[in-house]
């Protein structure tokens, strides 16, 4: 058992055990005794938490007398919605299911981290390279729909006679976007993790909540760049060539 596993991790590996081996030996994993890891328990929690919000959210739904948590994600939505058109264009409204998704579930797992007994996901290259490949792939999609295999002139570069350079260029620069986006947010909320739980042994109260308060900060500007880093790949894949 391993010695940091967190309290709802060691409830999964004792009572679910044989179900989450039952989903790694899909993937040729061998039994082990504990098959649930921490990143992976904690991505459920979030997934679970953000259905039940959600889920109460919406039979609350009043055009008329707006709650004030339907209001809190009206400004969500108007800003995500408002980004999109900003970066995507005047079609940037059709992608806002995704740029939601993505931003709300990075936000709360980078965030979830600040509840005592819990930590962030995102702290663990694994998810992070989980959103990044999901970004990779639907911007990918998004232009073969708008293009058709036209898209694949978006790698050949302008000039047909330079297309023997500009493809391997152009396929690097794609494949290193999905590890940007893994390093770059992984790096900030394990960098950011590890600080705060060192002043948080080290001091007792003031402190600790200062630098809870720059993880919070560094929490939301992540997922926001996520996000924006989302747009502009989804603008690029979709703009057709005129």
Not at 81 to 107: C, K, M, R, S
Not at 163 to 175: F, N
Request: charged letters at 10%; glycine letters at 8%; hydrophobic letters at 55%.
């Amino acid at each position: 058992m391993p010695e940091s596993e967190l309290w709802i991790t060691k409830l999964f590996n004792e009572y679910l055990a044989g179900v989450g081996n039952a989903l790694t030996g899909l993937v040729g994993k061998p039994a082990v005794a504990h098959p649930w890891a921490d990143f992976v328990v904690m991505q459920i929690v979030v997934v679970v938490l953000l259905m039940v919000l959600f889920a109460l959210l919406r039979p609350r739904l009043s055009a008329d007398r707006p709650s004030s948590f339907q209001q809190v994600f009206e400004l969500v939505y108007d800003f995500i919605n408002g980004q999109a058109e900003d970066q995507v264009g005047h079609d940037g409204h059709q992608f806002v299911p995704y740029f939601g998704t993505i931003f709300i579930f990075i936000l709360v797992s980078n965030l979830i981290g600040l509840i005592p007994a819990f930590e962030s996901p995102t702290m663990n290259a694994p998810v992070t390279c989980g959103c990044a490949l999901a970004t990779f792939f639907y911007y990918h999609l998004v232009g073969l729909e708008a293009n058709g295999f036209g898209y694949i002139k978006h790698f050949m570069g302008p000039l047909w006679w330079l297309a023997w350079l500009m493809t391997p260029i152009e396929m690097v620069s794609h494949l290193a976007r999905p590890l940007s986006l893994t390093v770059r947010l992984y790096a900030n909320m394990f960098a950011g993790e590890q600080v705060t739980m060192v002043f948080l042994k080290l001091t007792f109260f003031a402190v600790p909540v200062i630098f809870m308060g720059l993880h919070l900060f560094v929490g939301l500007i992540q997922a926001y760049i996520f996000m924006l880093l989302t747009m502009v790949y989804v603008a690029s894949a979709a703009a057709h060539e005129h």
